[in-house]
């Protein structure tokens, strides 16, 4: 079953600074990603923020080289993600696609919810602050601005049910 009007909704597009600034948090965060896996810089910032100290984890041999791996297959993944956000942001959410807006929104909250909910259990409180961080500078700001509008709320038209 689907929700469809009984006359048109015009969508309104983000204004172009919201695109903006979600790409470039988009960005921001893959940059790092791909850090993460070329080279220990981000893991070493990590170590030091996760463990209070980022020489014996470079030195703790086998150890240290299976969670350098961990963190570069993590890198990747988040790479992989944000590509896919900044396909939407570029697309759908720049064309006022509230849908799409929604996707991005519901990916960000549940990497948040999740991630920052597993740091705190775990004991590494410290990784839940540093997602704060990274929600509030590269997401909030463009994603508030990108939310979906309307130019007139079915214009007078009512929505109805399909199968």
Known sequence: ?????????????PPALAVRLLRAGTLGVAVFSAA????????RFFARLLLGDSTSWATAGATGDYVGFVLAVAGALTIGWMVLLWWMVSGPVAHGSAGAWAAV???????????????????????????????????????????????????????????
């Open 1 to 13: 079953m689907t929700i469809s009007a009984a006359s048109s909704v015009d969508t309104v597009a």
């Open 36 to 43: 993460m896996v070329v080279t220990d810089v981000p893991n």
């Open 105 to 163: 929104v519901l990916s960000v909250a549940t990497w948040f919810v999740v991630d920052s909910t597993a740091s705190v259990l775990r004991g590494f409180p410290a990784n839940a602050a540093v997602n704060v961080a990274i929600v509030v500078v590269c997401f909030v700001p463009g994603l508030w601005l990108a939310r979906p509008r309307t130019r007139g709320l079915y214009r007078g038209g009512r929505a109805t049910q399909t199968s």
